[in-house]
Every structure is written in C-alpha cells, then in structure tokens.
C-alpha cells in the first residue's frame, strides 16, 4: 500500500469531488486511515466534514468514509465513492479522533453506525520524549488491538510551556462522548 498520508489526501479529494456535486459539505475538520476486515477494500478513510442544514443553514459535522484498495494492476489507489453516516455506512471501525467532533446524530441510522463503531476498543496515548536540549516532544498515537496511527504532535517543547502543552492535548483529545440511541425526530 501506498504512504498512508498520500492514501488520506486521495480520498479526501474523491470525498471532495464526490460532496461538492451531491451534498451540501464545506469542508474536512479531520481525516485517518484505518485497516478493515474486508479483503476487497483492506483500508477505509474516515473524515469527519461540515456540511449545511438544508432547512435551517447551520453547519452540521456527519462522518463520512472512503474505502480504499491498492490496485497492482494499474500501480494506483482505487476508491469507492463516499459513504455519508446518515444514509449508513459499509464500514464500522472508526475511532474516536473523528467521532469526538462529529454534531449529535441526526438519525437512528447515524447513532446506530456509531455506537456499533464505539463498540472498538479505540485508546489515545500520549507520549513524551525529552530531547538533548531540555525540551521535549507530545505524540498523540491512537491505537487499536491492529494499528497505530500517530494523530497530532507537539515538538521542541520548552520546559516553561509543557505543562500547558501537555493539558491542552488532554482535553483536545478525550476518547469519544457517544450519545445514547434515540428515536431520531425530524428537526
């Protein structure tokens, strides 16, 4: 498979290309690559995305997923069209860097997809390595019983400002608040 940073930047532009025609998205908040189960498609983009309300013009962040493969024949990546959370999707392994940001569900099919998608074991570490010159270092890794996937970072930290660094990562990166299923209403 390709640099799993140029395999997250190809499906967001085909969830770009895909959005701009077919739905009301006005951008990509976040974006991770996940390896799935499925041997026709082994990895899936997530993206959590803005869209606009149609009835009422708020800007509203859904899930939506790419799933992905790596076709020897052409020497490329090849992907399905996106998959919106509120119409279901193929795909329930998505971890809570992208959850974490998404609105309340705006349909029992939504809140269904994410609790089935809580139901992994998804954790956030953060680890810090001191540097030769007194500062330091924060990855945010979130990791799973497959993978690890290094989320955000903090380098060359000075003394003075790591303890604020390091808390202000904790609250930006909690695990995901899933809402209890509801009956979905129609506002």
């Not at 997250?8 to 189960?37: N, P």
């Not at 001191?130 to 955000?152: P, Y």
């Not at 790591?162 to 995901?176: C, S």
Request: aromatic share 10%.
């Amino acid at each position: 498979m390709p640099h799993s940073e140029a395999a997250v930047k190809f499906a967001v532009c085909k969830f770009l290309e895909v959005a701009s025609k077919r739905y009301a998205a006005t951008g990509v908040k976040r974006a991770i690559l996940v390896r799935e189960d499925n041997p026709k498609w082994p990895q899936t983009c997530y993206i959590a995305a803005d869209f606009i309300h149609k009835k009422n013009r708020k800007i509203i962040t859904h899930a939506a997923c790419v799933p992905l493969r790596y076709s020897d024949k052409y020497g490329a990546l090849a992907a399905e069209d996106p998959y919106i959370e509120c119409f279901g999707m193929p795909c329930d392994r998505c971890p809570p860097y992208i959850l974490e940001v998404l609105s309340p569900p705006a349909t029992e099919i939504s809140a269904k997809w994410r609790h089935r998608c809580a139901s992994v074991q998804w954790r956030y570490e953060l680890i810090v390595r001191e540097n030769a010159d007194n500062q330091r270092d924060i990855l945010v890794v979130l990791s799973d019983c497959k993978e690890t996937s290094l989320v955000d970072c903090a380098l060359n930290i000075p003394p003075s400002r790591f303890e604020k660094v390091y808390e202000q990562l904790i609250r930006e990166y909690q695990m995901a608040n899933i809402p209890s299923l509801f009956k979905a209403s129609n506002a």
